[in-house]
Every structure is written in C-alpha cells, then in structure tokens.
C-alpha cells in the first residue's frame, strides 16, 4: 500500500460546480497535511494547510479524518483557473525530522 | 523576497553521461529538499539537508546519485551515469525549519531528459 494515495483523475467539471477529493495516508502517526496545487509545468506551490477542526479559506475547505486517515478538499463554485493538479502532502516524524511525502496528485479539469 | 533558483531549466544528455543540478534555497532557510518528479506522478524525495547535513536520503539511488551542501547554503545534485529512466522534472524546495512543517518553497525545476 502506498503512504500517500490519491485518485489521479482528470476531474472534469463544468464551472460554478462543487468537486471533492480525497486522499488517504498509511501512517497512522503522521502528523500534519497539506494541500499544493501544480500547474501545468510549473512547481508545487503550498494551497493550504489541514487542521484537525477543519479549515476553509474562500471557496476552499479542508478536512481531517484521522480514524478513517484520509484528508480531503472541497472547491465549492469552481472557476477555470481553478485548474490544476492537487496534490496531498502528509509528513510524519522520523528519527527527529519530518518526513515528507507527497501523494501522486489529482487532476482537475474546469469546463466552462 | 527572492524565491528558489535553480539551474539549469533544462538538460537533454545521452544516456551514460553525467550531469549536475544547481540550487539556491531562499536566504535563511535551513532544511533543503531535492525531489524527483516523474511526468503523471507526485515528487519522489531524493534527499533532505538540514544546513549542510543529511537527515534524509533513503529514496536517494547512491549508486548513480550524489548530492551535496557543502557551506550549508546551496545545494547540488549530480547523476553519473544518467539512465533513460532518470527523465524527470528534479525539483528543488526548502523551509525554514526541518522539526515542524514549515511551508515548503519550490523552485522552478530543471527538466532532464535522457535519451
């Protein structure tokens, strides 16, 4: 099983919709979750943070579930620069560092 | 503030040559990260400095790659000898500090291919 699996897609929704993903993580010790977003040929670039109450920010909302060990993301009222490759983060701590692990990414396709 | 600088963007070599990856993390950050990212995958972690210490470099293939940090600061990535498989986007990042997870900050990458 890998540490970090994601629903690769593409997710093709039509603009205005609502669209969620999940992202389930192995380590049951790992301690915090992150969201980035990737353009196309371009870097990761941090989208926000998981908090275990949950968090939104905008049309942004993320969530932990720590017993069932999964995160997710919803994008309510997608645009088309919304547009990307989302990609789940999960760091948990080894031998006094945090080790980082990166999810393979969903990607998502807004349609006018 | 200045981002990650990396060098070069691209690199096209034939299969058995060598080649080296340069890095300039943001000015004061301590933990410095190299990743590997396939096209259609996530980044891979290669290695992980905090200053100019390894504190990660399990996924890191020591047979062909090497990477280094000598003062502390930049950073450098070398493949010797480079295999078609090793055609990937190689991916610099760093943060402030390796005991929390900090934020990490990208550089635009340097995209190798083999042939």
């Known amino acids: 099983r890998k540490e970090v699996e994601q629903d690769p897609g593409p997710f093709n929704v039509p603009e205005g919709a609502t669209v969620a993903f999940n992202c389930t993580y192995s380590?049951?010790?790992?301690?915090?979750f992150f969201w980035y977003r990737q353009d196309c040929r371009k870097e990761p670039k941090l989208l926000m943070s998981?908090?275990?109450s949950g968090n939104e920010d905008g049309r942004f909302t993320a969530q932990l579930n720590r017993a069932s060990q999964y995160i997710s993301l919803l994008i309510r009222d997608s645009k088309l620069s919304d547009s990307a490759t989302y990609l789940c983060v999960v760091t948990s701590n080894s031998g006094g560092y945090q080790k980082v692990t990166f999810g393979t990414g969903t990607k998502l396709q807004v349609i006018p | 503030e200045a981002g990650v600088a990396q060098s070069p963007r691209y690199k096209i070599i034939e299969k058995r040559q060598s080649v080296a990856f340069w890095c300039n993390p943001i000015s004061g950050h301590a933990t410095l990260y190299w990743y590997q990212q396939i096209l259609g995958q996530g980044p891979k972690l290669l290695i992980q400095f905090q200053n100019n210490g390894v504190v990660d470099d399990s996924q890191l293939p020591k047979d062909r790659f090497s990477a280094e940090r000598l003062k502390g600061v930049d950073s450098t990535l070398k493949i010797q000898p480079a295999k078609l498989e090793d055609s990937a986007v190689y991916l610099c990042a760093s943060s402030l500090d390796r005991r929390l997870p900090y934020e990490q900050y990208f550089g635009p990458g340097t995209r190798l291919t083999v042939t």
């Open positions: 380590n049951s010790a790992s301690q915090s």
């Open positions: 998981v908090y275990s």
